[in-house]
């Protein structure tokens, strides 16, 4: 799986130079000026400067889904398992059954981008 050419990619490239803040379930976990993106597997590296212009860079899992609301300044990543099953029970089922590997602060959630 690719990015290229996706609505994920033209999103990203959309917020480049822009501050921003990411945030799950209303908390904050990163914020700065977007630099740099790039695919890494099935993450997604990106690029901020904070606001003591330190490069950090960290990765997010490619979402199943992306909205954009450009009239609130904000995007939404969908890492919810009933968007993964579009909205199938059974499926839904079958992936909640299925071992998880840890615990991953995206696993059936929304990660909220807000353009400052």
């Not at 609505?7 to 480049?16: M, N």
């Not at 901020?48 to 960290?58: A, G, T, Y």
């Not at 954009?68 to 398992?81: A, C, K």
């Given at each position: 799986m690719t990015i290229d050419d996706t609505?994920?990619?033209?999103?990203?490239?959309?917020?480049?130079?822009?501050?921003?803040?990411?945030?799950?379930?209303n908390k904050t976990f990163k914020k700065g000026k977007l630099i740099l993106f790039k695919q890494n597997n099935y993450h997604v590296a990106l690029t901020?400067?904070?606001?003591?212009?330190?490069?950090?860079?960290?990765e997010i899992p490619i979402p199943f889904d992306v909205e954009?609301?450009?009239?609130?300044?904000?995007?939404?990543?969908?890492?919810?398992?009933?968007?993964?099953?579009?909205?199938n029970p059974d499926l839904q089922q079958v992936i909640r059954n299925l071992p998880r590997d840890g615990n991953n602060k995206f696993y059936d959630t929304i990660c909220e981008i807000k353009i400052k």
């Open positions: 609505y994920l990619e033209e999103v990203l490239k959309g917020l480049l130079q822009k501050d921003l803040h990411f945030s799950i379930k901020i400067k904070n606001n003591k212009d330190e490069l950090k860079n960290f954009v609301w450009e009239e609130d300044d904000l995007v939404f990543f969908d890492y919810r398992i009933t968007t993964l099953a579009k909205n």
